[in-house]
């Protein structure tokens, strides 16, 4: 994902302040360890995932009011990288090393 840079202030101070509302949907949809990277305009997230029916809890992320409002401020500060699917927001990356 792409910060479009003339909103990096705007994302900053959103995730600075992030809403408690937005937090307790993503605990609630068992995600833990959450970060968020920026490096020269690109944002890397990286979450773990402690349920099990990921795309169920993705989804009740995205049908809870408190975060698609969110979504409402934070969406504009962002562009999907050039090589995203169709409708793709968040790209996936290929894990290319891990240690346990």
């Not at 409402?72 to 169709?86: F, N």
Request: net charge negative; hydrophobic share 40%.
């Amino acid at each position: 994902m792409r910060l479009r840079p003339e909103k990096e202030a705007e994302y900053r101070a959103l995730h600075a302040a992030a809403w408690p509302g937005v937090l307790a949907a993503l605990r609630r949809a068992h995600i833990t360890n959450y970060s968020i990277f920026l490096r020269a305009g690109v944002l890397f997230s990286y979450l773990e995932y402690t349920g099990d029916d990921y795309e169920a809890d993705m989804a009740s992320i995205a049908e809870d009011p408190v975060t698609r409002e969110w979504w409402t401020r934070t969406d504009p500060c962002q562009q999907p990288v050039e090589d995203a699917a169709e409708g793709e927001w968040w790209a996936p990356a290929e894990e290319v090393f891990h240690l346990d």
